[in-house]
């Protein structure tokens, strides 16, 4: 797996700054993913709008959008936009909310240097970790949700929270009945909050 040069990288993402549908979408994704391998994925500068586009292609195979795309390079937000059946546009903004302190970059060049020492690559995750991992959640939430309402967002806006933690179900109901409260502070800023964990969407959550 190689990192890839700056010519290629703003090819890649002025294609995803097309329309395509979210299975399309995803695929590219995958595809320049594979070509870069999971450790350059997360350390290698510049390549955050793959992160981006794949969090598009999830929320547009959710919303059943017709396509999905990243806004123009110039553009400082929002992240990404989403056309509906009838031809309406989301422009949603995008953040994730990972476990404080996580930094999955090293995670990946620890399993990559371990690869090639020949070790095993299997980290022990028991039920202890699931249950850590679950009351990190509404601090991880807050946290990602205030960075973006701490900033001057302009126009309508959607705000799409990816939410990074898995617990394996043990604490699902819990997580799902504080995602309410947690969203509060951003629906006076955003037209609307949406949270994104394991492949459903939550939300929308509008102000009244």
């Avoid at 999905?68 to 949603?92: M, N, S, Y």
């Avoid at 996580?102 to 070790?119: K, L, N, P």
């Avoid at 309402?149 to 699902?172: D, F, M």
């Avoid at 504080?178 to 955003?190: G, T």
């Amino acid at each position: 797996m190689a990192r890839l040069l700056k010519p290629a990288l703003k090819g890649h993402r002025d294609q995803l700054a097309q329309w395509h549908t979210p299975a399309a979408m995803a695929a590219k994704v995958a595809e320049i993913s594979d070509m870069l391998g999971s450790e350059n994925f997360f350390n290698q500068a510049g390549v955050e709008f793959l992160r981006d586009a794949w969090i598009a292609a999830e929320f547009g195979r959710c919303r059943q959008s017709t396509k999905v795309r990243l806004v123009a390079d110039h553009e400082q937000w929002p992240d990404f936009e989403a056309k509906d059946q009838q031809g309406d546009i989301e422009r949603v903004e995008c953040v994730e909310a990972d476990e404080p302190g996580r930094r999955r970059g090293d995670y990946y060049r620890d399993i990559a240097e371990r690869a090639v020492a020949g070790e095993s690559t299997v980290e022990h995750d028991p039920v202890e970790k699931w249950i850590a991992r679950a009351q990190q959640v509404p601090v991880a939430l807050t946290t990602a949700i205030l960075k973006k309402v701490t900033k001057s967002y302009a126009g309508q806006t959607s705000l799409l929270v990816h939410l990074n933690l898995n617990e394996y179900g043990i604490w699902q109901k819990e997580i799902e009945a504080a995602m309410h409260e947690v969203v509060i502070p951003a629906l006076p800023v955003f037209q609307s909050v949406w949270i994104l964990w394991k492949g459903k969407l939550y939300g929308p959550w509008i102000a009244s």
